[in-house]
């Protein structure tokens, strides 16, 4: 089975790399009671409201103060708490705390984000201006989130900020920020560019040419500025952190894989870098390295089923299947099936009578999976090459639990195609047990759409099944298909376009393939199924509608 590494861990991108400006959650209770009116008494109120989530009455409250004492602590403070008091106190509140404290960066950026939330571009730029050059090195990522989206409002917030040389890092890279959302990626490219050229070693610029090249689809150009920003800033986290994320996106694990000793040594948790190496080290063949950082997460309880797992599966490459059945039989968490199903299917060919062992034991641990189970059994004995075997298990679990609706879907998946009556039965049992199961609908109509019988039960059966799950991809491929054989083929094009958009599957580019074959399109339709060749040569239903409308595997 093939180790699919699940990078959640590498979520973020490189607009994380700069700081914010931003205000905690409060959560939310009764209305404060005001205390004895004076100084201590509003501040007093204030904290209370903070502390119940009630940043309009604390800021009230701190306003009164600021204003009667004309202190800066208080004036500050106000200020603060004013971004999250609405736009309007947010924004008297900055300009207060600007008056008050003209040098502070802090107050202009206050400003220029009261100004943009109003909506007010021309002074949010005279405040970014002033944020700048009291703190040139201070990124102003705020601004992004407040244009996001907003087209209009950054356009007037590029022609405030206007094109000039000495405008510096900062407020080129908020006004790349404005022409990306009033113009596009491309154009703010062109920008970031330009300064990442004048800047080589600044992180900010080199962030945002790594950001916009991934989103203009220019890969390589990311990265490269990526490994540029990390000659330069070394023991950045984020930075780290995105290019192995790039790096992993592309498949690239073995550049990938050596970036994760750093992160490993930045990271205050380290965990969940150890996973990821361990997972690419298992891509890579290096057993050695999956293992040893396996060991060093496995006494942590939050990793210690994702170590048993990666535990087990180097002793299965290595052969060593004692091992790996200690390794996998301790699994308890959402991987329980998963660590089951990986053992026996490495096991049934050295130790076949050993399977059925190992699944009771499984059962006897967590009997709520039952069913599961046994269907994992039933195809590991039917992969090996022995479906008959497989059926036989599945008939005695399905003889003792009659009505589980799971084991008689999972029968009639498994049976031969030909078994038209088997088929029915099984689903038929399960339809009247469960009347909305989705893909007992779907099963059943799309076997008889294959076998071209009972069409116009098939169109319904599908339909309902629609109805319930109307993005499944499997069921528009079996609406197309049944309407194919119904002789609507504009209509099944319609369907097969639309679940191949959803899921690039060569099943439905055979069907969609076929469908345009018999309107008489046959350059799209060998171009559909060239491209369901890229997905999977190897697909049985591919292969098959290739031989009979072509004579041949080159579309």
């Given at each position: 089975m093939k180790w699919i590494p699940l990078?959640?861990?590498?979520?973020?991108?490189?607009?994380?790399?700069?700081?914010?400006?931003?205000?905690?959650?409060?959560?939310?209770?009764?209305?404060?009671?005001?205390?004895?009116?004076?100084?201590?008494?509003?501040?007093?109120?204030?904290?209370?409201?903070?502390?119940?989530?009630?940043?309009?009455?604390?800021?009230?409250?701190l306003h009164r103060q600021a204003q009667a004492t004309g202190d800066r602590a208080l004036i500050r403070r106000a200020a603060r708490v004013g971004t999250q008091a609405g736009p309007a106190n947010a924004l008297r509140s900055a300009i207060a705390f600007a008056d008050a404290e003209p040098e502070s960066f802090e107050a202009q950026a206050l400003v220029a984000r009261a100004y943009l939330t109003d909506g007010n571009a021309a002074r949010a730029a005279g405040a970014l201006h002033a944020a700048a050059l009291l703190r040139a090195d201070q990124p102003l990522g705020f601004v992004r989130d407040l244009i996001n989206d907003k087209p209009a409002l950054a356009q007037q917030l590029t022609d405030a900020l206007g094109d000039d040389d000495g405008n510096g890092l900062a407020i080129e890279i908020v006004r790349a920020h404005a022409i990306e959302q009033a113009t596009g990626p491309r154009a703010a490219l062109t920008v970031i560019k330009a300064l990442a050229t004048r800047h080589p070693k600044d992180l900010g610029a080199l962030s945002e040419l790594a950001r916009l090249s991934q989103?203009?689809?220019?890969?390589?150009?990311?990265?490269?500025?990526?490994?540029?920003?990390?000659?330069?800033?070394?023991?950045?986290?984020?930075?780290?952190?995105?290019?192995?994320?790039?790096l992993v996106g592309e498949t690239d694990y073995a550049s990938a894989i050596g970036l994760f000793d750093d992160l490993i040594a930045l990271a205050d948790d380290p965990a969940p870098y150890r996973l990821s190496q361990a997972m690419l080290a298992m891509e890579l063949e290096q057993l050695d390295l999956a293992e040893q950082r396996a060991q060093e997460i496995i006494d942590q309880v939050d990793y210690r089923d994702d170590a048993l797992l990666l535990l087990g599966t180097v002793a299965i490459r290595q052969g060593r299947l004692g091992d790996a059945r200690g390794h996998l039989s301790q699994v308890r968490g959402d991987s329980f099936l998963s660590a089951r199903f990986r053992f026996a299917e490495a096991a049934i060919a050295q130790t076949p009578q050993a399977i059925a062992a190992w699944f009771d034991e499984a059962r006897a641990v967590r009997p709520d999976l039952a069913a599961a189970l046994t269907l994992s059994r039933a195809q590991i004995i039917a992969d090996s090459g022995d479906k008959a075997a497989a059926l036989q298990v599945l008939d005695g679990a399905i003889e003792r639990s009659p009505d589980d609706t799971e084991l008689l879907y999972g029968r009639a998946m498994m049976r031969d195609g030909d078994d038209l009556a088997g088929i029915e039965a099984d689903l038929n049992k399960t339809l009247a047990?469960?009347?909305?199961?989705?893909?007992?609908?779907?099963?059943?109509?799309?076997?008889?759409?294959?076998?071209?019988?009972?069409?116009?039960?098939?169109?319904?059966?599908?339909?309902?099944?629609l109805a319930i799950r109307p993005d499944d991809p499997a069921i528009l491929d079996s609406m197309g298909w049944v309407e194919y054989r119904l002789g609507n083929l504009a209509t099944a094009a319609q369907w097969l376009e639309r679940a191949l958009a959803l899921l690039k599957d060569a099943e439905i580019g055979a069907h969609l393939g076929e469908v345009q074959f018999?309107?008489?399109l046959q350059d799209q339709a060998r171009a559909t199924w060239r491209d369901a060749q890229t997905h999977d040569a190897d697909n049985p239903v591919l292969i098959e509608t290739l031989d009979r409308l072509i004579g041949s595997q080159s579309p």
């Amino acid at each position: 089975m093939k180790w699919i590494p699940l990078f959640v861990l590498l979520s973020s991108g490189c607009a994380s790399l700069t700081g914010d400006i931003a205000a905690p959650p409060h959560p939310q209770a009764a209305p404060v009671t005001p205390m004895a009116p004076g100084t201590l008494g509003d501040l007093l109120s204030a904290e209370i409201a903070l502390n119940q989530g009630q940043p309009a009455v604390a800021f009230d409250f701190l306003h009164r103060q600021a204003q009667a004492t004309g202190d800066r602590a208080l004036i500050r403070r106000a200020a603060r708490v004013g971004t999250q008091a609405g736009p309007a106190n947010a924004l008297r509140s900055a300009i207060a705390f600007a008056d008050a404290e003209p040098e502070s960066f802090e107050a202009q950026a206050l400003v220029a984000r009261a100004y943009l939330t109003d909506g007010n571009a021309a002074r949010a730029a005279g405040a970014l201006h002033a944020a700048a050059l009291l703190r040139a090195d201070q990124p102003l990522g705020f601004v992004r989130d407040l244009i996001n989206d907003k087209p209009a409002l950054a356009q007037q917030l590029t022609d405030a900020l206007g094109d000039d040389d000495g405008n510096g890092l900062a407020i080129e890279i908020v006004r790349a920020h404005a022409i990306e959302q009033a113009t596009g990626p491309r154009a703010a490219l062109t920008v970031i560019k330009a300064l990442a050229t004048r800047h080589p070693k600044d992180l900010g610029a080199l962030s945002e040419l790594a950001r916009l090249s991934q989103q203009t689809g220019d890969i390589e150009a990311a990265i490269s500025a990526l490994r540029q920003a990390r000659r330069y800033h070394p023991d950045n986290l984020g930075l780290t952190q995105t290019l192995a994320q790039l790096l992993v996106g592309e498949t690239d694990y073995a550049s990938a894989i050596g970036l994760f000793d750093d992160l490993i040594a930045l990271a205050d948790d380290p965990a969940p870098y150890r996973l990821s190496q361990a997972m690419l080290a298992m891509e890579l063949e290096q057993l050695d390295l999956a293992e040893q950082r396996a060991q060093e997460i496995i006494d942590q309880v939050d990793y210690r089923d994702d170590a048993l797992l990666l535990l087990g599966t180097v002793a299965i490459r290595q052969g060593r299947l004692g091992d790996a059945r200690g390794h996998l039989s301790q699994v308890r968490g959402d991987s329980f099936l998963s660590a089951r199903f990986r053992f026996a299917e490495a096991a049934i060919a050295q130790t076949p009578q050993a399977i059925a062992a190992w699944f009771d034991e499984a059962r006897a641990v967590r009997p709520d999976l039952a069913a599961a189970l046994t269907l994992s059994r039933a195809q590991i004995i039917a992969d090996s090459g022995d479906k008959a075997a497989a059926l036989q298990v599945l008939d005695g679990a399905i003889e003792r639990s009659p009505d589980d609706t799971e084991l008689l879907y999972g029968r009639a998946m498994m049976r031969d195609g030909d078994d038209l009556a088997g088929i029915e039965a099984d689903l038929n049992k399960t339809l009247a047990l469960d009347p909305d199961d989705a893909s007992a609908l779907n099963a059943l109509g799309y076997t008889y759409a294959d076998a071209n019988l009972k069409l116009e039960q098939a169109l319904s059966l599908i339909g309902r099944a629609l109805a319930i799950r109307p993005d499944d991809p499997a069921i528009l491929d079996s609406m197309g298909w049944v309407e194919y054989r119904l002789g609507n083929l504009a209509t099944a094009a319609q369907w097969l376009e639309r679940a191949l958009a959803l899921l690039k599957d060569a099943e439905i580019g055979a069907h969609l393939g076929e469908v345009q074959f018999a309107m008489g399109l046959q350059d799209q339709a060998r171009a559909t199924w060239r491209d369901a060749q890229t997905h999977d040569a190897d697909n049985p239903v591919l292969i098959e509608t290739l031989d009979r409308l072509i004579g041949s595997q080159s579309p």
